[in-house]
């Protein structure tokens, strides 16, 4: 048995000013700051020992996932950052405040982008590159994507660096986004393309699985 924790980052100023984000860096509100040390503190109750923890290459992932394991005392396990555990990239509604686009597009359509699988919201006009991502091919930054498109970015990272470990016995914990911890929730608890709809993520909630040697769930706990 082994187990696998899922992060999803403390509030951001994003979060806080209610609009996309996407791979837009943007940093922890003081407020995420403290969710992030309570989500450590509640961890270390739990008594886990993380062989590795992996994590994106945004700001507000990263910030979390250090008070997280400085609060376990574990911050001297690599954390690992890729750019496949960026949160889904949300297009050209990047910026803009949610409750403005329900009025301008229509509550549905919103509904839409942001909870089904397979519906990609309005595309950039062109790429945004970052000097993060100059050592990557460019093709890996996305104009939009949908919850699927961000499904399938993932999914190499989770059988290459992920599974492996958890099939080692190792425990392993990721800090990450709420639509990319949807996705790889997605794929770990089986659930329907139709189904993911009504699954949500909160700010700086570990949510705790316990494995079988073949991955499947024997239990899930959420530390609220």
Known sequence: MVKLVLLRHGESTANEANIYTGWSDVPLTIK??????????????ENITFTKAHTSLLERAIKTGMIVLDEINQSWIPLEKT?????????????????????????HQVALWRRSFDTVPPMLDER???PKYKKYPSTIIP??????????RILPYWVDEIAPELLH??????????????AMIK????????GI??????NAE???????????????????
């Not at 709809?197 to 909160?202: F, H, L, M, Q, T």
């Open 128 to 130: 945004i590159e970052e």
């Open 169 to 182: 016995g190792n425990n392993q914990i990721v800090i990450a986004h709420g639509s990319t911890l949807r």
């Open 83 to 107: 750019w496949r555990l960026n949160e889904r990239h949300y297009g050209a509604l990047r910026g803009l405040n949610k409750e403005f686009t329900k009025r301008k597009y229509g509550k």
């Open 187 to 194: 794929y770990i608890e089986n659930i329907s393309d139709e």
């Open 32 to 45: 995420g700051c403290e969710q992030a040390k309570v989500a450590g503190k509640k961890l270390k109750e």
């Open 143 to 152: 104009r939009a994507e949908s919850l699927k498109d961000a499904y399938n």
């Open 206 to 224: 570990p949510i705790i699985y316990e494995l079988d040697n073949k991955l499947r769930v024997i239990s899930k706990k959420i530390l609220k």
């Open 197 to 202: 709809d009504g699954v949500e993520v909160a």
